[in-house]
């Protein structure tokens, strides 16, 4: 929860609203004997104009969100989608897309670079993926999209530019962490929904070990807590709620590491209002640093990992509340729920084939075996020891 002043209408709207009705009702007054059937103003109706214009003021409003993280795209998850004459991944969401489609805003982090056929695919341990990857998250209702990670620089300068240019062409998607300029780094974008303005910045602590050229920082955003504290103040006062993306913490931990946990505190020192956490490529808890909500790590949501506690990903859901009222605007994350998706493939004679991403409630013996223990397991590591975090049952 966040509480700040709305200046616009303190400073502003508000002394003119009130002047407006101090002129309306003095021309009421002056006016109420010289023209006939006019009546005078009475405190009645003094009140019903002020409680009139308070109705268009003052306001409760939300929208919805959902987070998935890792679109881990191996090799074999993109033979999988060729259909020889391109790719096509929206086969292997398609029981994703009935749940994520309904939110006004779907999160995921793109772990691949997007750097497309033309500088030729590659994977583990220097990924390249087709621009398709996002077409599919797009048409899943995806609109927002984290781009700093440990393999933004798996294939150098030319695959970020054509990542951030093929994003660029998606105005309507939300991207932050890579950029083709220092000036484009800094720009504020600032996205509005039902009267609430939202934000993300995105950050990576590590690029497996790969410099960034020289002068060209703003092609991924590598943590730094000075340069991220100048971000965070520079649009901290422009938005109603601010979101960053983490990329940090141990691969293949479910527990956050100092690290983790010290850099939650810092931004939520600075008023950041959700982190969302991933890099792990297992699940971790959501919790609570002190008005912060901090998803540590999403895990994995497609992948060709091995084993339950990687291909089990996260989906975490919240309403973002937003009460505007004559001493400002107070802003709060309402019904924050964890929800378990699972990746399945086959084990086929030319490789892993039939990717699909499941909800767990659609789970079976057959899909998963052992499925129920699995999910007793992981959806407690998620709601960790926070008690306002809600469970999406296995069988709703």
């Known amino acids: 929860m966040r509480i700040k002043l709305n200046r616009l209408i303190g400073n502003i709207l508000f002394p003119l609203v009130v002047l407006d009705i101090i002129v309306f009702i003095i021309g009421r007054l002056f006016f109420s ?40 795209i ?9 259909n020889g004459s391109g790719y096509d991944f929206t086969k292997m969401m398609s029981k994703i897309k009935p749940i994520t489609s309904k939110y006004d805003v779907a999160y995921y982090n793109q772990e691949t670079i997007l750097g497309g056929t033309e500088i030729g695919l590659s994977t583990y341990p220097r990924f390249n993926s087709p621009y398709e990857v996002g077409d599919a998250f797009i048409d899943a209702g995806f609109n927002m999209v984290s781009l700093a990670n440990n393999h933004s620089l798996d294939r150098g300068k030319t695959a970020i530019e054509n990542s951030v240019n093929y994003w660029n062409k998606h105005s309507d998607v939300l991207t932050a962490g890579s950029y083709l300029s220092e000036l484009e780094r800094i720009e504020d974008r600032i996205f509005v929904k039902n009267n609430i303005s939202y934000t993300m910045l995105s950050y990576t602590t590590d690029t497996n070990g790969i410099k960034i050229p020289n002068g060209e920082n703003y092609l991924v955003n590598v943590y730094d807590a000075d340069r991220v504290k100048e971000d965070i103040e520079r649009v901290r006062d422009k938005v109603d709620f601010l979101i960053v993306a983490m990329h940090w913490g141990v691969e293949y931990t479910n527990t956050p590491v100092e690290s983790q946990r010290t850099i939650a505190k810092y931004l939520a020192g600075l008023g950041v209002d959700l982190i969302i956490g991933c890099h792990p490529h297992v699940i971790e808890p959501v919790e609570y640093v002190d008005n912060t909500m901090v998803a540590y790590s999403l895990g994995n949501f497609i992948s060709s990992q091995n084993g339950p506690n990687n291909l089990t990903g996260l989906m975490l859901s919240l309403k973002v509340h937003k009460k505007l009222d004559k001493d400002g605007s107070k802003v709060t994350i309402e019904e924050p729920t964890v929800r378990l998706i699972y990746t399945h493939y ?40 926070s008690n306002k975090i809600v469970k999406y049952p296995l069988n709703p």
């Open 346 to 385: 086959d084990e086929t004679k030319v490789g892993r084939r039939n990717y699909m991403v499941y909800p767990y409630e659609e789970l079976n013996e057959e899909i998963l075996s052992n499925y129920q223990n699995h999910y007793d397991k992981y959806i407690n590591i998620a709601a960790g020891s």
């Open 74 to 82: 191996h090799r074999s998850i993109y033979e999988d989608a060729y």
């Open 33 to 72: 004997g010289a023209v006939p059937n006019k009546e005078v103003v009475t405190y009645n109706d003094l009140e019903t104009i002020v409680d009139d214009i308070k109705s268009n003021l003052y306001y409760d409003s939300e929208f919805s969100m959902v987070m998935v993280r890792d679109a881990l």
